[in-house]
């Protein structure tokens, strides 16, 4: 009889037990439509944030890029600006060493037109016949050397207008990769613009909903 007498309290104190859970439980009603409400507003503002600060963390790359692809454009043109220089500068040159070799050319015709009148007139041995060779032989060695100047001149004409190119096409890609990221950097502009607007309406409607429309 005293076993029975405790397993009956105890199954009594599991029966009240379940009903004071079963009471709190009834005692916890859903959200009211106003509480859904400032509690997705809420989620609202959170995702609004979280939006911004990721546009403007891209905006801020793009701006970087920006300015990165400007040093790059400024320094690729004063590249290009000097390769031209030197291309003018090679021409110059190149010009200069032409005229001095055709006039080495012209004196050596001179040369071998005095050496066959003096051959004829003089004889072969004579003074003025040899020293007719001796002018001849020093502009051929003229006529020789500014020929190597024109050779020099024309390999760095070539090279700097190779570099010079080189250069354009660098600033043609600087420029495009600029109009690029000028590009990316208005879009998050406005992407921020959008997420600043929507985070002030969000804002204002969780308001609205704290003091029950």
Do not use: C, W
């Not at 190779?162 to 690029?180: E, G, P, T, V």
Request: proline content about 1%; aromatic content about 2%.
């Amino acid at each position: 009889m005293k076993a029975e007498h405790v397993v009956r309290r105890g199954v009594l104190a599991i029966a009240f037990a379940g009903l004071l859970a079963g009471g709190a439980y009834a005692q916890s009603p859903d959200p009211t439509p106003q509480q859904q409400d400032i509690q997705n507003d809420k989620k609202d503002t959170r995702n609004d944030k979280k939006d911004l600060a990721k546009d403007r963390a891209d905006r801020n790359a793009d701006q970087r890029d920006i300015n990165h692809d400007k040093r790059d454009l400024s320094k690729d043109r004063a590249d290009r600006n000097a390769d031209q220089r030197d291309i003018n500068h090679d021409r110059k040159d190149l010009n200069k060493d032409r005229v001095d070799r055709n006039q080495d050319q012209r004196d050596i015709n001179h040369d071998k037109r005095e050496l066959v009148r003096d051959d004829k007139k003089y004889g072969a041995n004579s003074a003025q016949a040899q020293a007719d060779r001796k002018d001849l032989h020093a502009d051929r060695v003229d006529r020789n050397k500014d020929q190597r100047d024109i050779n020099h001149d024309r390999h760095d004409l070539n090279k700097d207008r190779a570099d010079r190119n080189a250069d354009q096409r660098d600033i043609n890609k600087d420029k495009r990769d600029l109009h690029s990221d000028r590009k990316d950097r208005n879009k998050d502009q406005r992407d921020i613009n959008k997420d600043k607007k929507d985070l002030h309406k969000d804002r204002k409607d969780l308001r609205h909903d704290k003091r029950g429309h």
